[in-house]
């Protein structure tokens, strides 16, 4: 999953065709977070780290995102781009996000795991 919000600069119209095109992705899609009574959402981005997303009461939180194919998936592996955090709090900040935190994650039964989340807001 790549979040198009976060693409620095923004991909033009007909560079997300491209890649579309290309078999690299599906994009227009859209991830949502919604929290109950203060918890965070965790999600993984990549390998063992993540980040985590706090909401006030009964706020949701949507991005754009891009689905990887397995080509996307596979080319990702071998130019290994680091994963821009600080570009996803600006974004989950400026979209109602309460607090905001990312770190090494793990996964627990059904649950991720951010046991020393670097918080960034």
């Known amino acids: 999953m790549t979040l198009l919000e976060c693409i620095k600069p923004n991909l033009t119209v007909k560079e997300i065709t491209y890649l ?3 078999g690299f992705w599906t994009a227009d899609k859209i991830l949502t977070f919604s929290t109950k009574n203060g918890q965070r959402a965790v999600q993984r981005t990549r390998g063992e780290e ?3 997303v706090q ?3 009964g706020n949701e939180l949507a991005f754009k ?3 990887l194919s397995r080509a996307g998936r ?3 592996r071998v130019v290994q781009p680091p994963f ?3 570009a996803l709090s600006e974004q989950a900040k400026s979209k109602g ?3 905001f935190g990312f770190g090494e994650i793990y996964q627990d039964g059904p649950n991720l795991i951010m046991p ?4 960034l807001f």
């Open 20 to 22: 579309e095109q290309s």
């Open 84 to 86: 821009e955090f600080a």
């Open 50 to 52: 993540g980040f985590f």
């Open 74 to 76: 596979d080319l990702l």
């Open 97 to 99: 996000a309460e607090h």
């Open 65 to 67: 995102v891009g689905l």
């Open 116 to 119: 020393q989340p670097k918080i």
């Open 55 to 57: 909401l006030g009461e």
